[in-house]
């Protein structure tokens, strides 16, 4: 009997799809960096990434003037669909196309919905970077490999998620780095951290410098590091001991090559319960962070089932209940 767990955590070879993977990743770098031009910064970055939505892939709400837009990656449907807040709408589908008419194309669908894009029209964190317009390299587009990666992604997204409602410290939400491809989830400790040296291709060490400003652990699941992409978690800054710890679940293993735990997304799609062997990845790999780094766990730590375990408090008959509040 097929396993339902399993079926929804597709099978998705690297060496299969790169062409495509390579391509979309370009596209999402033109879109991230329209968010990017029109949102103020928040906390290392998080105001440029994309979501998982239930569809593919979304800015979310992107304030523009006194209104605001939003651009999704339609991964079922296959399209890139422009909405805004006075009704206006574009779209644009998705099929093989050179990066350049990728980019062209979606500056018209802005420009007829009067919406300016004033980028740095060449992608970041890869090597070489060819600027967008004259991208004729990346052309590919597979539909049917573009939905099993965002259905990982839907997987991921879940599971860290859950992961992610343990923390009540600082913590990021999950969400879509398009310049290294990944989706992540990023925990604080409260306490700053020396300045990160840099050195990412076509990257401002400036770019590095605010990401990683503050004592961390991240998590999260990207298209490399396996056969099929990998779970990944590391520290920074790293504590003394950390690539030597025992984390689970059997097949995690800490990489020399990119200084952090690695998961193989093939090992957790054949698990008995792949949702527990993420969940004890990133469990098990935070905790060698957080210890070795003398983390105050008890004060960034809770249950999300918290309030379901405790009994409601009585409330007394003359006190005025305000609309919206408990």
Not at 54 to 60: K, N
Not at 137 to 151: G, I, M
Not at 247 to 271: H, I, K, M, N
Request: aromatic share 12%; hydrophobic share 40%.
């Amino acid at each position: 009997m097929t396993n339902p767990a399993t079926t929804s955590w597709p099978s998705l070879r690297v060496s299969d799809w790169t062409p495509t993977r390579d391509t979309l990743h370009m596209w999402t770098q033109v879109v991230g960096k329209i968010r990017m031009a029109h949102a103020p910064l928040l906390n290392h970055w998080w105001q440029v990434t994309l979501y998982v939505s239930p569809r593919g892939l979304t800015t979310s709400t992107i304030p523009y003037r006194t209104g605001a837009f939003e651009i999704e990656f339609d991964l079922l449907g296959h399209r890139l669909d422009v909405r805004t807040s006075d009704g206006g709408a574009r779209s644009l589908p998705l099929r093989p196309m050179s990066v350049a008419e990728f980019y062209a194309r979606v500056l018209d669908m802005l420009h007829e919905l009067g919406i300016e894009a004033p980028i740095r029209p060449r992608p970041n964190e890869v090597d070489p970077a060819i600027p967008f317009a004259e991208d004729h390299d990346h052309a590919s587009y597979d539909a049917a490999v573009a939905t099993l990666f965002w259905r990982q992604l839907l997987q991921a997204n879940r599971v860290i998620g859950e992961f992610r409602s343990h923390f009540v410290g600082k913590v990021s939400p999950v969400h879509f780095f398009w310049g290294g491809m990944d989706l992540a989830c990023t925990r604080f400790s409260g306490r700053s951290a020396p300045p990160h040296p840099g050195g990412v291709p076509n990257c401002g060490d400036w770019v590095m410098v605010e990401g990683y400003s503050r004592e961390l652990s991240s998590c999260g699941f990207w298209p490399g590091g396996g056969e099929e992409g990998a779970f990944y978690s590391y520290a920074y800054p790293a504590p003394d001991g950390f690539a030597e710890q025992q984390v689970g679940p059997d097949g995690a293993y800490f990489s020399t090559q990119f200084q952090q735990f690695l998961l193989p997304y093939e090992a957790v799609r054949a698990a008995p319960d792949p949702d527990r062997a993420v969940a004890e990845f990133l469990r098990t790999t935070y905790e060698a962070a957080a210890d070795l780094g003398g983390w105050d766990r008890p004060a960034l730590e809770d249950d999300p089932l918290r309030w379901h375990r405790t009994p409601a408090p009585v409330r007394s008959a003359n006190v005025k209940i305000q609309k919206g509040r408990p």
